[in-house]
């Protein structure tokens, strides 16, 4: 069974600064997809990005952006010139690839780490 | 698109009742799954789905039951509420076919906050 670790349950970062979250997950399977979703207070779940396993390149969305280090099997966000409309909780996920049984859609979620943008 | 529709977003029951979480998706996804949401623990599976007629039990399936008669709907049923069953409660769907990068995200309704007395 796969597992995601969110190891900060908090953070606090100021307007217009970088922050990064951590996640790291344990899987023997090799394929593989990675997402950070988005909280905010409305309590909808959004998704902010994903990396499939077998690309090497970091995934980027506009000021969100991936650090995928598979062999660590970690996969941190980074946020920059951060808003306060990036307050929310953010939650790391793991899916597995298997299209034919459908089990590619199962995502394993982290705990969540709850980010505070301040002025 | 609507895209997914979840009802009621608030529900207070008493231990012993039973109600039913309603779920429509209007996007022809095959997959369809229940998440509940409780502080500290993140999202847990509670059933899935892959097509109308095929559940699946996910990590937190006991006394909860789902079925799927249509594509469009994914209702999930609780018999007896629990107090221990209090909690925000996601579906979500995506679609499975297609390319590989085109599946696996899911698209989840607004919640529903269930409150067992």
């Known amino acids: 069974a796969q597992t995601v670790t969110q190891s900060q349950p908090e953070m606090s970062v100021q307007e217009a600064e970088t922050v990064t979250l951590s996640c790291t997950y344990d899987?023997?399977?090799?394929?593989?997809?990675l997402f950070w979703y988005k909280q905010p207070p409305s309590r909808q779940m959004i998704l902010v990005i994903r990396?499939?396993?077998?690309?090497?390149q970091n995934a980027t969305e506009n000021r969100f952006s991936v650090n995928f280090q598979k062999a660590a099997k970690s996969f941190s966000l980074k946020i920059s010139d951060s808003q306060l409309g990036d307050t929310a909780m953010y939650f790391c996920?793991?899916?597995?690839?298997?299209?034919?049984?459908?089990?590619?859609?199962?995502?394993?979620f982290g705990t969540g780490t709850r980010l505070q943008v301040t002025l | 698109n609507a895209g997914v529709t979840q009802t009621p977003k608030f529900q207070v029951l008493k231990t012993g009742q039973s109600m039913t979480l309603q779920c429509a998706q209007d996007?022809?996804?095959?997959?369809m799954s229940w998440y509940r949401q409780d502080p500290g623990m993140g999202l847990r599976l509670i059933h899935y789905?892959?097509?109308?007629?095929?559940?699946d039990q996910g990590e937190v399936p006991n006394g909860y039951n789902v079925s799927r008669s249509t594509t469009e709907d994914f209702p999930l049923r609780l018999l007896s509420a629990a107090p221990s069953q209090t909690s925000v409660y996601f579906c979500?769907?995506?679609?499975?076919?297609?390319?590989?990068?085109?599946?696996?995200?899911?698209?989840f309704g607004a919640g529903s906050r269930l409150t067992v007395l």
């Open positions: 990396q499939e396993a077998y690309k090497q």
């Open positions: 979500a769907s995506s679609s499975i076919r297609g390319s590989f990068s085109g599946a696996n995200v899911l698209t």
């Open positions: 789905s892959v097509g109308a007629g095929i559940t």
């Open positions: 996920a793991f899916s597995g690839r298997n299209l034919n049984t459908g089990t590619a859609s199962k995502l394993t």
């Open positions: 996007m022809n996804h095959e997959y």
């Open positions: 899987t023997s399977e090799n394929n593989y997809y």
